[in-house]
């Protein structure tokens, strides 16, 4: 398992004006468990044709720099529970060997308190080995009194994002149009064919990896 740090800060004018959900406190990390998604030239190009698209309709979106698929929730973890959390999440996760997700359907998503909307890809297969990933990030979650996935999640990888709910927006025409975009684009169904080698968590500015056998 590898550590990487980045230099963490709080400037919101680095990721675009958002802005926290929770305080950043002394002693308080944020804290998530993902599975990047390392993109090709080929992926680019399809994001630059949807995100173009799409701000015929919202013109304030933002595509996203990396992406991932989610297995938690962002969480606020104290710093001297990061080790034994990290632990236990390799403990958990030791047995998991690498799988295959289609993500290729255009979908509408919203934060919980719908200060954002994005636009993802949805997992339309793979759906099973993402929930038992999730039923085991879950325990860890509940031996640190922390909130657990959501119920009936919809996997996604998420591609561009801009501030308010926007929903209106983006659904029914312009959806329709951004998946007519997918669909036809040229070998799309291998290249949203999505192998998964690893799983992610990053703590504030610590990254830790787990890879899958």
Same mark, same amino acid.
């Given at each position: 398992?590898?550590?990487?740090?980045?230099?963490?800060?709080?400037?919101?004018?680095?990721?675009?004006?958002?802005?926290?959900?929770?305080?950043?406190?002394?002693?308080?990390?944020?804290?998530?468990?993902?599975?990047?998604?390392?993109?090709?030239?080929?992926?680019?190009?399809?994001?630059?044709?949807?995100?173009?698209?799409?701000?015929?309709?919202?013109?304030?979106?933002?595509?996203?720099?990396?992406?991932?698929?989610?297995?938690?929730?962002?969480?606020?973890?104290?710093?001297?529970?990061?080790?034994?959390?990290?632990?236990?999440?390799?403990?958990?996760?030791?047995?998991?060997?690498?799988?295959?997700?289609?993500?290729?359907?255009?979908?509408?998503?919203?934060?919980?308190?719908?200060?954002?909307?994005? @636009?993802?890809?949805?997992?339309?297969?793979?759906?099973?080995?993402?929930?038992?990933?999730?039923?085991?990030?879950?325990?860890?979650?509940?031996?640190?009194?922390?909130?657990?996935?959501?119920?009936?999640?919809?996997?996604? @990888?998420?591609?561009?994002?801009?501030?308010?709910?926007?929903?209106?927006?983006?659904?029914?025409?312009?959806?329709?149009?951004?998946?007519? @975009?997918?669909?036809?684009?040229?070998?799309?169904?291998?290249?949203?064919?999505?192998?998964?080698?690893? @799983?992610?968590?990053?703590?504030?500015?610590?990254?830790?990896?787990?890879?899958?056998?």
């Amino acid at each position: 398992e590898q550590e990487q740090q980045e230099k963490g800060d709080d400037d919101s004018s680095r990721h675009g004006g958002r802005v926290r959900c929770f305080p950043h406190e002394r002693g308080n990390w944020a804290t998530h468990v993902y599975m990047p998604y390392e993109v090709q030239e080929d992926f680019l190009e399809l994001l630059d044709l949807l995100v173009t698209h799409a701000r015929t309709y919202v013109s304030s979106l933002t595509a996203m720099e990396e992406f991932h698929v989610s297995l938690s929730q962002s969480v606020v973890l104290r710093y001297h529970w990061i080790n034994p959390f990290v632990q236990s999440l390799k403990e958990r996760l030791a047995a998991f060997c690498r799988f295959f997700c289609v993500a290729d359907r255009v979908k509408v998503y919203t934060n919980q308190n719908k200060t954002r909307t994005f @636009i993802g890809l949805e997992v339309s297969a793979g759906h099973c080995q993402l929930l038992e990933l999730v039923s085991e990030v879950d325990k860890v979650m509940e031996e640190f009194d922390l909130p657990t996935f959501y119920k009936d999640p919809s996997f996604h @990888i998420s591609l561009a994002w801009c501030v308010g709910d926007l929903t209106g927006s983006l659904e029914g025409q312009c959806l329709q149009e951004l998946q007519d @975009i997918v669909d036809r684009f040229e070998d799309s169904a291998l290249l949203l064919r999505v192998q998964w080698e690893q @799983i992610r968590c990053k703590s504030g500015n610590k990254f830790f990896s787990f890879p899958l056998r």
